[in-house]
C-alpha cells in the first residue's frame, strides 16, 4: 500500500511506469507540488544572510518557515494518493451477490470516491500556497536563484492542475451532487487564484532576468 518515498527516485520513476494502477497522476502531482516548494525554499536560503539582501532577510526567513508545511504534506499526499485509489479499487472489488452485499458495495465505493477526489483537492491546495508565497518571494529573491522561483511556480501550477484532473475524474462517479458542487467550486476558486498569481511571479522573473 502506498508510496515508499524513502527508496530511490528510480525505484519511484520504475513504480510509475508499471503495470500497476498506483502510483499514478495523483501521486505524480504531489510529488511535483513537493518538488516546487523544495526549490522555494532553496531560494529562501540564498536569500537569508547574503550580502544586498538584509533588508528582505526576516521576510525569507518568514516564506522558509511557511513553506514547511506544504512541503511536508505534498510529500505525504505522494503516498495518500495511492492508497486513496488502491480503496476505490477495493470496494469495487466487493461481493455484490445479494440485494445488502450491493448496497454495501455502492456505499463504499461512494465513500471511497469521495476521499479520492478529496486528496488531490488537498494537494491543489498546497500548491497554491506555494504559488502565493513565489509570487510574493519573485521580486526580491536572490537574483542568482529567481529562474528558479520560476521554474517553482511552473511546476506548482502544472501540480495544481494535474490534481485538478485528479478530482475531477472521481467526481464524475459520485452521486452525492451538494459534495460535487462543494468541491467544484473550490477548484474553480483555486485555479483562479493560483493563475493570478503563477502570472505575477512569472512576469518578475521574466523582468529580473532581463
Not at 495518500?80 to 465505493?109: G, L
Amino acid at each position: 500500500m502506498g508510496v515508499d518515498l524513502g527508496r530511490s527516485v528510480d525505484a519511484f520513476l520504475k513504480d510509475l511506469a508499471s503495470r500497476r494502477p498506483t502510483p499514478g497522476g495523483g501521486s505524480a502531482a504531489a510529488l511535483a507540488g513537493s518538488v516546487a516548494g523544495a526549490l522555494g525554499s532553496m531560494v529562501c536560503r540564498l536569500t537569508v544572510g547574503k550580502k544586498g539582501y538584509e533588508a528582505v532577510e526576516e521576510a525569507f526567513r518568514g516564506y522558509s518557515r511557511e513553506l514547511r508545511e506544504p512541503r511536508r504534506r505534498l510529500r505525504a499526499l505522494v503516498s495518500e494518493d495511492a492508497d486513496a485509489f488502491e480503496a476505490v479499487m477495493t470496494a469495487f472489488r466487493m461481493d455484490r451477490s445479494t440485494t445488502e452485499e450491493k448496497e454495501r458495495r455502492t456505499t463504499a465505493i461512494q465513500a471511497a470516491l469521495k476521499k479520492a477526489a478529496e486528496v488531490p483537492l488537498e494537494t491543489a491546495r498546497h500548491c497554491a500556497d506555494i504559488l502565493r508565497l513565489l509570487r510574493a518571494m519573485s521580486g526580491d529573491a536572490n537574483k542568482n536563484a529567481v529562474s528558479d522561483v520560476g521554474v517553482a511556480a511552473h511546476m506548482s501550477l502544472a501540480a495544481l492542475r494535474a490534481a485538478f484532473l485528479n478530482v475531477d475524474i472521481n467526481l464524475a462517479s459520485i452521486s452525492d451532487s451538494s459534495f460535487v458542487k462543494r468541491l467544484q467550486t473550490e477548484v474553480e476558486g483555486l485555479e483562479r487564484r493560483a493563475v493570478e498569481d503563477h502570472e505575477e511571479a512569472v512576469v518578475i522573473v521574466a523582468r529580473r532576468l532581463r
